[in-house]
């Protein structure tokens, strides 16, 4: 695809489920990062990897969160034990060069997690 | 640490008139200033940068280091214009700082 994808689009998950959140990042594209919008909100940076190396992962709210990108492309972001408070929409976005190019970032269309 | 106020939720405009959505922040450092909008049922993406001075759809933003805005500005609002609004603000570490957005819609 041309753009970046994320799945599932929606996810619904009893409280204290484990969640996987997908994304594939435009093909070739360097850094990754991974946002959190809440209702109202603005995106809310959680973290940042160049290829394979997750460089910074200080908006991560607790040690729930957890993510990954084993071969420098695809990543997941895994939120264990879900809370209420975890509801929001999950954005993933991509660029083609490291942070320090000033390029353009690609959203993805976000995945919509609802805990119940 | 870095913050990005826009203060207005929700702005209405009638097509043909200016419109300004404004944006404040507070940064120590040099800033890199964004201007992100989605469209009704589309992604998020990226609509100007304070670096490149240029003017997209008719929008132009330029950055006032003394008052720390970045405000963006149109001179004839369109329908077409009617979307969310996000400005943001990227550090040197390349994570941004995004404000909670302001709902454009322009009237017929």
């Known amino acids: 695809g041309a753009g970046v994808s994320q799945s599932p689009r929606y996810k619904v998950a009893k409280r204290g489920q484990d969640v996987a959140l997908r994304c594939d990042p435009i093909s070739g594209h360097v850094s990754l990062f991974w946002y959190q919008q809440a209702l109202g909100q603005g995106p809310e940076f959680l973290t940042y990897?160049?290829?394979?190396?997750?460089?910074?992962k200080s908006g991560l709210p607790s040690d729930r969160f957890f993510a990954e990108r084993p071969e420098g492309s695809v990543s997941t972001l895994k939120i264990q034990r879900t809370q209420q408070e975890d509801s929001a929409v999950y954005l993933c976005?991509?660029?083609?060069?490291?942070?320090?190019?000033?390029?353009?970032?690609?959203f993805g269309e976000g995945s919509w997690l609802t805990v119940v | 640490a870095q913050r990005v106020t826009q203060p207005e939720k929700l702005l209405s405009v009638f097509k043909g008139a200016p419109v300004e959505l404004k944006c404040n922040y507070s940064y120590s450092g040099s800033p890199e200033l964004f201007w992100y909008v989605q469209y009704s049922r589309q992604r998020l993406q990226l609509l100007l940068r304070h670096i490149s001075r240029e003017s997209i759809k008719g929008f132009t933003a330029d950055l006032n280091k003394g008052e720390t805005s970045f405000h963006l500005k149109k001179p004839f609002a369109q329908e077409e214009d009617s979307a969310m609004y996000y400005c943001a603000l990227n550090t040197n570490a390349g994570k941004s700082t995004f404000g909670d957005g302001t709902t454009l819609t322009v009237k017929p």
């Open positions: 990897f160049q290829n394979e190396a997750q460089l910074d």
């Open positions: 976005a991509s660029s083609l060069e490291t942070v320090l190019s000033g390029n353009t970032i690609y």
